[in-house]
């Protein structure tokens, strides 16, 4: 059954209009009719079966034959703080870190950022593609909620962002006494976890400091060092397995 995002305003009792890029993806691509039945998510959790009745203007209008809450979300929020990347890693990030129940994603400037933004116009818009990659994962693997990623913020920014958090990692490569495994088991039952991961080339010490000072937990993932795209994919899947729904 084809699956489309929706925006929660345009649910009108039993009554749904389909706009934007899917209404061309219904009519010319997939080809449908009326009376075909299509899933149907708002993105904050609410799921609809939709018939589809007519097509408008620029607009597939639908009835709801059913609704329910979304059962795909994990019991933990996790928030990546992403080192900005170079080249289409940031791509990569961002669709596997959905598809493994990320919350929410923010792109972080570093000291060893390579990648510079020219101006607030070139973050907007890296940011909306970002979004779009998004989205379109969110639709492929049956979440409920379409992951926000953010614009980028420097790193001085990001640690401060984070101090009601209950639990926020920072793995680091010098790190040798706390391990990842450790940490966890001695946090109990959480439900909000911020993870910072560094671009090519990691932190530095300089930056570890600040994070621990603003009581972020530096962590070892193990004696082999990973790339930036591999390390927060890593922590996302280890803690979707300890506290989340994976397992």
């Known amino acids: 059954m084809p699956r489309f995002f929706i925006n929660s305003k345009d649910v009108f009792d039993d009554n749904i209009n389909i706009t934007g890029e899917d209404y061309n993806h219904i009519k010319k691509v997939l080809r449908l009719k009326c009376e075909e039945i299509v899933t149907l998510s708002d993105g904050?959790?609410?799921e609809y079966v939709a018939e589809i009745k007519d097509f408008g203007d620029g607009f597939v209008h639908t009835k709801v034959i059913e609704s329910y809450k979304n059962t795909t979300e994990?019991?933990?929020k996790v928030t990546l703080y992403q080192g900005l990347p170079k080249s289409?890693?940031?791509?990569?990030?961002?669709?596997?870190?959905?598809?493994l129940?990320?919350?929410r994603i923010v792109p972080v400037l570093t000291e060893r950022t390579v990648v510079r933004l020219d101006s607030e116009k070139d973050a907007a818009k890296k940011c909306e593609r970002w979004n779009r990659i998004s989205q379109e994962a969110a639709k492929q693997c049956n979440r409920g909620i379409i992951p926000k990623i953010e614009v980028p913020i420097s790193f001085k920014e990001a640690i401060k962002k984070v101090h009601d958090v209950p639990l926020s990692l920072i793995p680091y490569e010098k790190e040798s006494k706390n391990s990842l495994k450790q940490i966890l088991k001695s946090v109990g039952d959480i439900s909000e976890v911020s993870?910072?991961?560094g671009p090519e080339g990691g932190f530095t010490e300089q930056e570890i400091e600040e994070a621990v000072n603003c009581g972020l937990s530096s962590?070892?993932?193990?004696p082999r060092i990973l790339r930036t795209e591999t390390a927060g994919i890593t922590v996302l899947t280890i803690l979707m397995y300890e506290l989340g729904d994976v397992g």
């Open 44 to 46: 904050i959790g609410n």
């Open 74 to 76: 994990p019991p933990i």
């Open 88 to 99: 289409d890693k940031m791509d990569f990030i961002i669709q596997k870190s959905v598809e």
């Open 101 to 103: 129940g990320i919350s």
């Open 195 to 197: 993870v910072f991961i």
């Open 219 to 222: 962590v070892t993932l193990g």
